[in-house]
């Protein structure tokens, strides 16, 4: 069965420092990759996703960046956090189901960011 | 992009009631699915359900792709359905759009 993991769960960084998110999937292989960002008591916001090695696409100006290096692996970027970067990411992955049906959606446990 | 919203934004019920809640999109979309956000934040897929009428217990939802809209029944609330429940689709992408979601308390 696939299974989505999410790293760290929690943490609390500085204004100006980096940040790195990491994501990985098992069990399946090009899958669809998903980063999105919930501020406290809001919706998701869709920040980028892959359908493959390499490609991200980017929905959101910022200050963050995705990359793909490995086909089940998705990381999230910043060279330096702003106060406004504070919130719950959340790394998702889909399967291919065929022309316009990027397949079910699955999350992973999520990454609680706080700046200050 | 589509645009999704979702109905209603907060809703408290006693233990027992039976609710609607509603999802209206502003372009066709040709996946759709329900989650339900636990107080941990965990996303928990309820529904995928592109069309048509899908039941899982006390749960079910309905979707109305021509219409643009879905519904999500819960029957005789339970206090662990309380949370925030969102919808989300695409249109003719691969990205997935959220609704604004539905706070749901369930009093005892």
């Known amino acids: 069965s696939q299974t989505i993991h999410q790293w760290p769960a929690t943490l609390v960084q500085p204004v100006g420092s980096p940040l790195s998110l990491e994501c990985t999937v098992e069990?399946?292989?090009?899958?669809?990759l998903y980063w999105y960002r919930q501020a406290a008591g809001r919706g998701l916001q869709l920040l980028f996703y892959?359908?493959?090695?390499?490609?991200i696409s980017s929905e959101v100006p910022q200050n963050l960046s995705a990359s793909r290096p490995q086909d089940r692996q998705f990381i999230l970027s910043s060279k330096k956090l702003l106060l406004s970067d504070s919130g719950f990411y959340l790394c998702?992955?889909?399967?291919?189901?065929?022309?316009?049906?990027?397949?079910?959606?699955?999350f992973g446990e999520g990454s609680r960011l706080t700046v200050l | 992009g589509i645009q999704v919203e979702q109905s209603p934004p907060d809703l408290i019920l006693q233990e027992g009631a039976n609710s609607t809640l509603r999802c209206n999109f502003s372009?066709?979309?040709?996946?759709l699915q329900w989650f339900h956000q636990n107080p941990w934040g965990q996303l928990i897929n309820l529904f995928y359900?592109?069309?048509g009428t899908k039941q899982n217990g006390r749960l079910s939802a309905t979707t109305v792709a021509t219409e643009r809209y879905s519904l999500l029944y819960i029957s005789s609330s339970q206090t662990t359905d309380s949370g925030v429940y969102f919808c989300?689709?695409?249109?003719?992408?691969?990205?997935?759009?959220f609704g604004t979601g539905t706070r749901l308390k369930v009093l005892a």
């Open positions: 892959s359908v493959g090695i390499g490609q």
């Open positions: 359900i592109p069309s």
């Open positions: 069990g399946t292989s090009n899958p669809n």
């Open positions: 372009d066709s979309v040709n996946n």
């Open positions: 998702a992955w889909s399967v291919y189901s065929g022309r316009r049906h990027p397949g079910e959606l699955f």
């Open positions: 989300a689709g695409t249109s003719g992408t691969y990205k997935y759009i």
